[in-house]
């Protein structure tokens, strides 16, 4: 027997390959959408991976310091180091902004990570590219994916920073991409205002009967200092030792410091079903959409792919072609466009990924299932072409 | 013969499309997404001479600065210089009105005529004491020759011992109401002079020569005592009071030469030196002080101007060296990743110094020669398949 | 000459009571091997009707139908599977060839023998045998579109006999067709009959080609009336035998 499928694919495969890709196309848009919604709960654990912590230590009562502001002084991280079970910690500090840079503004995450040494929690695990920071100060490894290069020059607040290193996947949980700076640097970015706020803070202090006192001008310069200078973290990430369990550590830190701890599941927890939850849902609905429309776009490709061939299925039926036959051949066909249509949507939707604006992770996993996805929506479109192709009457062949 | 022959060219194209798509989706499977190769560079381990530099950053101070003000309180009557003039040691710089001040010199001075003319009176009358005891002793002694010869009664005679014993009595009493008079003149000399060294001290002097760099008051303000009225600098004698991060600052020591780049010259380099660590660490910032002098020569910038300095520490010998970005921590462990017959390796070093391009010294762990991984587009582990490349990103 | 096709008494009604369309009454008609048969009859006439109940695609009424020596209809079908008595025993001939685009001219006629599951090779070496026949073998390679009229219809021929089926049906074959080809198909027709020694039954209302058949069935109002030699019917009158 011969396979009419693959003769009937084979006499018009140009139209045929044209419509799988088409149809690839969408699988693609498809794909990309799930790929969509990986990475945004990828970005969430990628900032969690990339913190390098075990725990979050963070103001007590708040969510932070991703999902809440938080703000805890440095020094809280001295006691927690001498603490048992607790390998290192180390302040960190988070700041979303936005750096004008060759006369755009890029939106960042300023990062203020502990990088004197290598391997302390908040600084990035990995380099593409240059060096780790050296100065303590005015040095900056950013993220590709702010399209900063090496020895670009980039202005935070008020002082400029030189780009010494690059990293990837560092971004926060919007998709932000990091911008990490020493510790002290971030800190001063982060809590200095700008000259012209300083300058009429000033003037407030000054015409405040409390802050200046007449007669004992002294007041009024501590508070100035008071107001100018800043030590505080938003948190203090917190790695434990091997052998010490981290829940356990967790409790000791929140009983004896008075803070908010948080653990890797809990921080998960917070960022993934918190933070992301809404969009991770508008994301998965439109998923699902897509998916329905594709379905019903290869059942209408397949009906109509049936549909012009009705004189040759009469004929094929009262020279005698069996029903599994002809339905064998429709549903070959269908699971054939689908395989050159996942091809096609796998390929577009790899090679166009990099240019979303921010991370589309595609799984394996995800290509895997998406390929029994859409030979399962194949059969099962091909099936309202095999009824109608079962209900044509042999007689029609025959004319009258 | 399953494709006939007249449709084997057609077969053969759609086979040459499916076989291209089956390769390309292979390709991509392989290629990209997590099961990809990471793309990595490497680099040899070399011998090279570490200069470790210190980076702190610090303000431009002064290194006397003199805040001067009255020591009582007052309102400032005049100022005689403006910010920016220069002043000679010994110059005027401000008065504070005295207020009353020479009103109560001009009392203390009439006092003290009064207490003169006292004592001079008290001088009179013990003058005038000792005449009358002198009389009332020549009549005593007269009276007792005539008592004995019995030319006198007895009761004359002890008269006349009375009236000697009551100008002794006037005597002393004259005398110590001279020496009070004389104690009364000496107490108001002293208020007078007391009131006059206040009014030269109403006087704010420039201790040395220098610059006005402050002025806090203007005439006509209340200033309470130790306020400064006047803040006067020596403009050639400046120095930046530098920070530097403590993990780093080991080898910091006065007299290492220095790199200061000023703010507002970023691109004219100072050369100047470490002039002395200060003994006491700023426990909040975890930073070391130390102050660092210009050399000789230089144009001298603003007061409180932010510069950055890089103190060259000496250099080490040639030893191996690798670039930092190499470098990871697992662990407790920090290494590198090195390539062993093409399979990756975690391997822990100890460590040295590091220079300011980021050039870190290894001690022990690696041999020259050996490749290491030394830029990553994932993080690695020792499963992770690798490519090497040229260049990444 | 053995019996090619029976038909005894074959009614069909279409609907039921006040509403029933008697298209056939009873429909007598007999077929030898080898021979070839005309049958006409006006539009309406239950031609067509009679065309599909012979071709086992509509169900009769009653009566009663013999392929060969095998009853197929008595008062029902006696075949539990049409479509394998179709392939097997009826061989059909359209107004139009019908051939199968996706396939070529060989497999077009090949088709039939391998849905009776003969191996390729055999169905195919079959029906290159039979287009060698026919005379069209040279273009045994092509595609059904790149054929002229007249070789797709020997084609479909082809794939009509190469199951070598006791019956074949032809409706309107030389409908297209001008006279001389029209004349050569039905010259064909009867050398293959002989040839393959089946009953050919040509469905027609082509004048052209009416008078070259010996017999004859008309129907008219359901019921069939045996003419013949052709020529004693004929309009022009211009029989030839």
């Given at each position: 027997?011969i396979?009419?499928?693959?003769?009937?694919i084979?006499?018009?495969?140009g139209k045929?390959v044209?419509?799988g890709?088409?149809l690839?196309?969408?699988i693609?848009?498809?794909?990309?959408m799930?790929?969509v919604?990986r990475?945004?709960?990828d970005d969430?654990q990628a900032l969690l991976?990339?913190s390098?912590a075990d725990?979050?230590?963070?103001?007590?009562?708040?969510?932070?310091p991703y999902?809440?502001p938080s703000s805890?002084?440095e020094?809280?991280e001295r006691?927690?180091r001498?603490?048992?079970?607790?390998d290192?910690?180390?302040g960190v500090t988070?700041?979303?902004m936005q750096?004008?840079?060759?006369?755009?503004?890029?939106?960042v995450m300023v990062?203020?990570a502990e990088?004197?040494?290598?391997?302390e929690p908040g600084?990035?695990?990995?380099?593409?590219a240059g060096?780790r920071?050296?100065?303590?100060?005015y040095?900056?490894v950013?993220?590709?994916?702010?399209g900063?290069?090496i020895?670009?020059?980039v202005k935070?607040?008020r002082n400029t920073?030189?780009i010494v290193g690059?990293?990837?996947?560092m971004v926060?949980?919007?998709?932000?991409p990091?911008?990490f700076?020493?510790?002290?640097?971030?800190?001063?970015?982060?809590f200095?205002?700008?000259?012209?706020?300083?300058?009429?803070?000033?003037?407030r202090?000054?015409?405040?009967?409390?802050?200046n006192?007449p007669?004992?001008?002294?007041v009024?310069e501590?508070?100035?200092a008071?107001q100018a200078?800043?030590t505080?973290?938003n948190?203090v990430l917190?790695?434990?030792?091997?052998s010490?369990d981290?829940?356990?550590?967790?409790a000791a830190?929140?009983r004896?410091q008075?803070v908010t701890?948080?653990?890797r599941a809990?921080?998960?927890?917070?960022?993934v079903?918190?933070?992301?939850?809404?969009s991770?849902r508008?994301?998965?609905?439109?998923?699902?959409i897509?998916?329905i429309?594709?379905a019903?776009i290869?059942?209408?490709i397949?009906y109509?792919m049936t549909i012009?061939?009705?004189?040759?299925i009469?004929?094929l039926?009262?020279i005698g072609?069996r029903?599994r036959?002809?339905a064998?051949?429709?549903l070959?066909?269908a699971?054939?466009?689908?395989?050159?249509?996942?091809?096609?949507?796998k390929i577009?939707?790899?090679f166009?990924?990099?240019f979303f604006?921010?991370?589309?992770?595609?799984?394996?996993?995800d290509s895997?299932?998406?390929?029994f996805a859409v030979?399962a929506?194949c059969?099962?479109?091909?099936?309202l072409?095999?009824h109608?192709?079962?209900k044509?009457d042999?007689?029609e062949?025959?004319?009258? | 013969?399953?494709i006939?022959l007249?449709?084997s060219r057609r077969?053969?194209?759609l086979?040459i499309?499916?076989?291209?798509l089956?390769l390309?989706?292979?390709f991509?499977?392989l290629?990209s997404?997590p099961?990809?190769p990471?793309?990595?560079?490497?680099v040899q381990v070399?011998?090279?001479?570490i200069?470790?530099?210190?980076f702190g950053?610090g303000?431009?101070?002064?290194?006397?600065?003199?805040?001067?003000?009255p020591?009582?309180p007052?309102?400032v009557?005049?100022?005689?210089v403006d910010?920016?003039e220069?002043?000679e040691?010994?110059?005027?710089?401000?008065?504070i009105?005295?207020?009353d001040?020479?009103q109560?010199?001009?009392?203390?001075?009439?006092?003290?005529?009064r207490?003169?003319a006292?004592?001079?009176?008290?001088?009179s009358?013990?003058?005038?004491?000792s005449?009358r005891l002198?009389?009332?002793?020549?009549?005593?002694?007269?009276?007792e020759?005539?008592?004995?010869g019995?030319?006198?009664?007895?009761?004359?005679?002890?008269q006349?011992?009375?009236?000697?014993?009551a100008?002794?009595?006037?005597?002393a009493?004259?005398?110590?109401?001279?020496?009070?008079?004389v104690?009364?003149r000496g107490r108001?000399?002293?208020?007078?002079?007391?009131?006059?060294?206040?009014?030269?001290n109403l006087?704010?002097?420039?201790?040395?020569?220098?610059?006005?760099?402050?002025?806090?008051?203007?005439?006509?303000?209340t200033?309470v005592?130790?306020?400064?009225?006047?803040e006067?600098?020596?403009?050639?004698e400046?120095?930046?009071?530098a920070?530097f991060?403590?993990?780093?600052?080991?080898?910091i020591?006065?007299?290492?030469?220095?790199?200061?780049?000023l703010?507002?010259?970023s691109?004219?380099?100072?050369r100047?030196?470490i002039?002395r660590?200060?003994?006491?660490?700023d426990?909040?910032?975890e930073e070391?002080?130390?102050?660092v002098s210009f050399?000789a020569g230089a144009?001298?910038?603003?007061?409180?101007e932010?510069?950055?300095?890089?103190?060259g520490?000496?250099?080490r010998?040639?030893?191996?060296?690798?670039?930092?970005?190499?470098i990871?921590?697992?662990?407790?462990?920090?290494?590198?990743?090195?390539m062993?017959?093409?399979?990756?390796?975690?391997v822990?070093?100890?460590?040295g110094?590091?220079?300011?391009?980021?050039?870190?010294?290894?001690?022990?762990?690696?041999?020259?020669g050996?490749?290491?991984?030394?830029?990553?587009a994932r993080?690695?582990?020792?499963?992770?398949?690798?490519?090497?490349v040229?260049?990444l990103? | 000459m053995a019996?090619g096709?029976?038909?005894?008494n074959l009614v069909?009604?279409?609907?039921?009571?006040?509403?029933?369309?008697?298209?056939l009454r009873?429909?007598n008609?007999s077929?030898?091997?080898?021979?070839?048969v005309?049958?006409?009859?006006?539009?309406?006439?239950g031609?067509?009707?009679?065309?599909?109940?012979?071709g086992?695609?509509?169900?009769p009424t009653s009566?009663?139908?013999?392929?060969?020596?095998?009853?197929?209809?008595?008062d029902?079908?006696?075949?539990?599977?049409?479509?394998?008595?179709?392939?097997?025993l009826?061989g059909f001939i359209?107004q139009a060839p019908?051939?199968?685009?996706?396939?070529d001219?060989?497999d077009?006629?090949?088709?039939?023998p391998m849905?009776?599951?003969?191996?390729n090779?055999e169905a195919?070496?079959e029906a290159r045998d039979l287009l060698?026949?026919?005379?069209?073998a040279?273009r045994?390679a092509?595609?059904?579109?790149?054929?002229?009229?007249?070789e797709q219809q020997?084609v479909?021929?082809?794939?009509?006999?190469?199951n070598?089926?006791?019956?074949i049906?032809a409706d309107?074959?030389?409908?297209?067709l001008d006279?001389?080809r029209?004349?050569a198909?039905?010259d064909?027709?009867?050398t293959m009959a002989?040839?393959?020694?089946?009953?050919?039954?040509?469905?027609t209302?082509d004048?052209k080609?009416?008078?070259?058949?010996?017999?004859?069935y008309?129907?008219?109002?359901g019921v069939?009336?045996?003419e013949?030699p052709a020529g004693s019917?004929g309009?022009?009158?211009?029989?030839?035998?």
């Open positions: 027997m396979s009419l499928a693959g003769r009937d084979l006499h018009g495969w045929f044209l419509t890709v088409g690839g196309l969408l693609g848009v498809t794909l990309s799930a790929g919604y990475g945004m709960i969430a991976d990339n390098g725990l979050w230590v963070v103001q007590k009562d708040t969510l932070g999902a809440e805890l002084n020094d809280t006691p927690i001498a603490m048992a079970g607790v290192r910690a180390a988070y700041l979303t750096i004008a840079h060759r006369g755009k503004d890029v939106r990062v203020g990088v004197t040494q290598p391997g600084q990035p695990p990995y380099l593409m060096r920071i050296v100065q303590g100060h040095e900056a950013a993220d590709v994916k702010t900063f290069a020895g670009d020059q935070v607040r920073y030189r690059l990293t990837s996947r926060s949980s919007g998709g932000d990091m911008l700076l020493s510790l002290k640097d971030a800190q001063e970015a982060q200095e205002k700008d000259a012209d706020a300083i300058v009429r803070q000033r003037a202090t000054a015409s405040s009967p409390a802050l006192p007669g004992n001008p002294a009024a501590a508070v100035n008071a200078s800043s505080n973290v948190a917190v790695t434990v030792a091997p010490a981290a829940d356990a550590v967790a830190i929140r004896w008075r701890v948080y653990t809990q921080m998960e927890e917070i960022l079903d918190k933070m992301i939850a809404n991770a508008q994301i998965g609905m439109f998923l699902v897509l998916a429309v594709s019903a290869v059942a209408f397949i109509t012009g061939k009705i004189r040759e009469a004929v039926k009262l072609t029903n036959t002809i064998g051949m429709i070959q066909q699971l054939g466009l689908g395989l050159i249509g996942f091809a096609v949507g577009a939707a790899t166009w990924a990099p604006p921010k991370y589309v992770l595609l799984l394996p996993a895997v299932r998406g390929f030979m929506i059969a099962l479109a091909s099936l072409a095999i109608a192709a079962l044509v042999p007689a062949a025959i004319g009258g | 013969m399953r006939a007249p449709q077969a053969l194209l086979v499309v499916l076989a291209a089956v390309l989706l292979g991509v499977a290629r997404g099961l990809a990471v793309k990595v560079t490497v070399e011998e090279r001479a200069t470790p530099a210190l950053i303000t431009v101070e002064a290194r006397f600065t003199h805040r001067i003000g020591t009582a007052g309102r009557a005049s100022l005689a910010v920016g220069r002043v040691a010994g110059q005027v710089l401000a008065v009105d005295p207020i001040l020479d109560r010199i001009a009392a203390a001075s009439g006092s003290a005529g207490s003169a006292l004592e001079a009176a008290a001088a009358q013990v003058a005038d004491a005449a002198a009389l009332a002793r020549s009549e005593a002694a007269r009276g020759e005539l008592f004995r019995g030319w006198l009664t007895r009761a004359a005679l002890d006349r011992r009375q009236a000697l014993a100008a002794e009595a006037a005597l009493a004259a005398q110590a109401n001279r020496s009070a008079a104690q009364d108001t000399g002293a208020e007078r002079a007391a009131l006059q060294e206040q009014k030269a006087r704010l002097i420039a201790p040395r020569a220098g610059l006005v760099v402050r002025r806090l008051a203007e005439p006509g303000t200033v005592a130790g306020q400064a009225v006047v006067i600098v020596d403009p050639a400046l120095w930046i009071n920070r991060d403590q993990t780093r600052a080991g080898g020591a006065a007299g290492l030469p220095a790199r200061i780049v703010r507002s010259r691109d004219t380099p100072l100047g030196a002039l660590v200060e003994p006491v660490a426990a909040v910032t070391v002080l130390a102050k050399d144009a001298l910038p603003p007061i409180g932010l510069a950055e300095v890089t103190v520490l000496p250099a010998e040639r030893t191996l060296a690798l670039p930092n970005a190499a990871h921590r697992i662990g407790s462990a920090v290494g590198v990743w090195a062993r017959d093409g399979d990756l390796e975690f822990s070093l100890k460590l110094a590091e220079d300011s391009d980021g050039w870190v010294q290894v001690l022990d762990g690696l041999a020259r050996d490749q290491v991984i030394l830029h990553s993080p690695l582990t020792a499963s992770s398949r690798i490519t090497v040229d260049k990103p | 019996e096709i029976r038909i005894e069909k009604t279409y609907g039921q009571g006040d509403t029933a369309v008697h298209a009873g429909v008609m077929v030898a091997k080898g021979e070839v005309g049958l006409i009859g006006p539009s309406g006439s031609k067509s009707t009679l065309l599909k109940c012979l086992a695609v509509i169900e009566g009663r139908m013999t392929i060969g020596d095998r009853v197929i209809y008595d029902g079908w006696k075949v539990g599977d049409l479509r394998a008595l179709r392939r097997d009826i359209f019908y051939l199968i685009p996706f396939l001219v060989t077009n006629v090949a088709l039939l849905l009776a599951g003969k191996p090779a195919r070496k060698e026949a026919l005379d069209v040279h045994a092509a595609m059904p579109s790149q054929l002229s009229g007249g020997r479909a021929i082809a794939r009509a006999l190469v070598r089926p006791p019956v049906l309107e074959p030389t409908a297209p006279s001389v029209a004349l198909v039905v064909l027709l009867n002989r040839q393959f020694e089946t009953a050919i039954i040509v469905v209302h004048e080609i009416i008078p070259t058949f010996r017999r004859l008309n129907i008219r109002d069939t009336v045996e013949g019917l309009s022009d009158g211009a029989g030839k035998s």
